[in-house]
């Protein structure tokens, strides 16, 4: 039985080779990091031979959402940056048994680890405002006690009653005008007509990163983009283990066997080469299917040309084929909740390589850091947050390509608003070529404008990237919009990816494709080890405490606003508190005054 746990016992017992597994054969539909985690976990814990395990990409290479590539005549792209941290439980399960790309005698995660801690990532001015200026948000949140209120709600509002609901819902101008939100917007993407059952589940996943969130020190990165540092390495240990990979080969459809108990995946259609073949499925055969996808559509422009917004679903792989596959059974989710609406769920990305240093005083002086020491540069995104586009960017450590020139640093820039104007370019950011992306930035990094022009022309490159689904596992949702990882009565198939149901976790995570990946594997194999549970801060009352009173910008809670009523209460529960541990425990998390 699938279960979870934490601790070390069944984190480092190994499972046994469960009955038959030389006879059972895997297909795996995508070889983003949900794929490429199943497939590991066939090979690792499942002891699956991998010569019998299929993985097919409708895509040239693998990887899904975690790119990072040079093309030839268009330069450096990176679709986005992940953020990342030590609780992605999951994440670092598997990654601690894959050697690293660049020193197979040590794991992606001692590589992670190490760099983390060596370099911890931190950032020295998180908002700026007129051209540059910090805007000394100076890692308040600026929440007042109705906006606190609204927040504790959210938290302890179950799922249930948060279906179909928004932030707007939900919150009201207290909290959508204060820092705190304008540091969660940028940092995680979401907009003011996303979910709300999402962002609770955000708040309570993330309690213990709430003191780190106004200065990123809760944030780790990766060395490289995320296609070298964390898919080539899982590529190369799944190729190594005789795991078959099948590039541009699409899976168009599956067809179930629909009983009053029972689903079975009987056969699966695939496309390659304007080709199809229809392969025959029985029990033995595993079906795991990245169904959805945020990448979807994705299209890149160039320095002189802007990045197509392409909403037609009619063939993209993992819409459509989710779309076939729903109609089957109600258990199958309901793809439309989240794709039908891209004007709610597009934002886009634009990747700068600064060819020369002309650039770098003007991000040192917003940074205060050099930008090619090989150190933290920014520390996660500073947000100009009077920008009409609400753009934020990011430098990681450079050089974030192993093969990437002398002198050039690659900056991740993106825009949470693209049909509105820029403020210096007067064009939705849509309509924008990279060069005119890069004016923008220019301007509200504070370059004088004079010089605006030349720089974008002629010292820097820029590769704008427009995701019309990026969010769109933001929008408000049911319980039952997205299929659970292991449907009722499933008996050969999962679904993986951030488009399946798994309790707790967060989407727009990597971690949260892991998981399913995993969940999915030790689920159908019944693989005698616990998957790691999503990390328990929100039953830690330490955590609890201390996200308590930062969000409170330091202030003890016995400074809040109170009737006499309430004032005569909290006197009554500080008396009975008085000389225990809890009395300890609140005032060493600041939550009452040491000298109370
Ligand atoms: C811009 C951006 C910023 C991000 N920032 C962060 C961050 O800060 N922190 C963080 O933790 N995560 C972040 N993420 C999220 C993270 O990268 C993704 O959640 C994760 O990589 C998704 O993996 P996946 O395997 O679920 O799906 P995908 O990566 O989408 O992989 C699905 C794969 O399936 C293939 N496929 C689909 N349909 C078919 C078909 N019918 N046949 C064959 N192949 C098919 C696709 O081509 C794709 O390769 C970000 C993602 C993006 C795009």
């Known amino acids: 039985m699938l279960h979870y746990g934490s601790g070390n016992y069944e984190a480092f017992a ?92 040590y794991s992606v995660l001692d590589e992670y680890y190490w760099l983390n801690k060596d370099d911890p990532n931190y950032s020295l001015c998180r908002v700026t405002e007129k051209q540059g200026q910090n805007a000394h948000t100076d890692k308040k949140f600026n929440v007042n006690q109705k906006a606190q209120e609204q927040l504790l709600k959210l938290y302890l509002t179950p799922e249930k009653d948060l279906e179909d609901l928004t932030m707007m819902d939900v919150f009201d101008e207290d909290v959508l005008n204060s820092n705190f939100w304008l540091y969660w917007r940028t940092m995680f993407a979401f907009e003011n007509w996303h979910s709300a059952l999402e962002m609770k589940r955000y708040m309570q996943r993330f309690i213990h990163h709430i003191g780190g969130l106004p200065d990123f020190s809760a944030l780790r990165f990766t060395k490289y983009n995320q296609y070298e540092s964390m898919i080539l390495p899982m590529v190369k240990y799944l190729e190594d283990h005789g795991v078959q990979f099948h590039y541009g080969t699409k899976m168009d459809d599956v067809q179930f066997v629909i009983r009053e108990n029972e689903k079975l995946a009987e056969s699966l259609t695939l496309s390659h080469d304007g080709k199809t073949e229809v392969v025959p499925l029985t029990e033995k055969d595993l079906l795991f299917l990245t169904i959805g996808g945020l990448v979807e559509n994705s299209s890149f422009g160039s320095q002189n040309e802007p990045a197509v917004m392409n909403t037609d679903l009619s063939d993209d792989g993992g819409w459509s084929t989710w779309k076939k596959i729903a109609k089957q059974s109600d ?79 690659l900056v991740w820039v993106y825009g949470l608003f693209t049909d509105r104007e820029g403020d210096y370019v007067k064009k939705p950011m849509r309509d924008c070529t990279g060069e005119e992306i890069c004016e923008e930035w220019l301007y509200h990094i504070g370059v004088p404008e004079d010089k605006i022009h030349d720089l974008a022309a002629n010292h820097c490159n820029t590769i704008p990237c427009m995701m019309p689904f990026v969010t769109a596992f933001f929008m408000p949702r049911q319980k039952d919009d997205r299929p659970l990882v292991r449907p009722k009565g499933s008996k050969n198939f999962a679904f993986i990816g951030q488009f399946a149901e798994t309790p707790r976790d967060t989407i727009f995570t990597t971690e949260y494709s892991m998981r399913t990946g995993m969940e999915a594997v030790y689920d159908l194999l019944d693989i005698e080890r616990a998957v790691p549970e999503v990390w328990g801060s929100v039953y830690d009352v330490r955590d609890m405490l201390k996200a308590a009173v930062h969000l409170r910008d330091g202030k003890p809670l016995t400074e809040m606003e109170m009737n006499p009523v309430e004032k005569l209460a909290i006197h009554e529960v500080l008396k009975k508190i008085k000389d225990t541990d809890i009395e300890l425990l609140m005032k060493e998390y600041g939550a009452i005054p040491e000298d109370l």
Request: proline residues 7%; contains cysteine.
């Open 331 to 409: 258990d199958f989710g309901h793809p439309e909740v989240f794709c039908s609406e891209p004007e709610k769920t597009n934002w886009e990305s634009a990747t700068v390589e600064t060819l020369d240093e002309e650039v770098f005083p003007y991000i040192k002086a917003i940074t205060g850091r050099d930008v090619l020491t090989g150190h933290v540069v920014t520390g996660g995104i500073v947000t100009a947050k009077d920008s009409s586009w609400l753009l934020s960017w990011t430098i990681n450590r450079q050089p974030q390509f192993r093969n990437q020139p002398d002198g050039h640093a």
């Open 14 to 105: 190994h499972p046994r080779k469960p009955e038959g597994i030389e006879e059972k054969h895997a297909y795996i539909m995508g070889s983003g990091l949900a794929g490429l985690t199943a497939a590991i976990c066939l090979v690792r814990d499942a002891q699956m031979p991998g010569e019998n395990i299929h993985i097919y990409e409708k895509d040239p290479i693998p990887g899904g959402a975690m790119d990072g590539y040079q093309y030839p005549l268009l330069g450096y792209t990176m679709r986005g940056g992940r953020e990342m941290d030590n609780h992605f439980e999951v994440m670092w399960d598997i990654l601690r048994d894959i050697p690293s790309i660049e020193n197979a005698d």
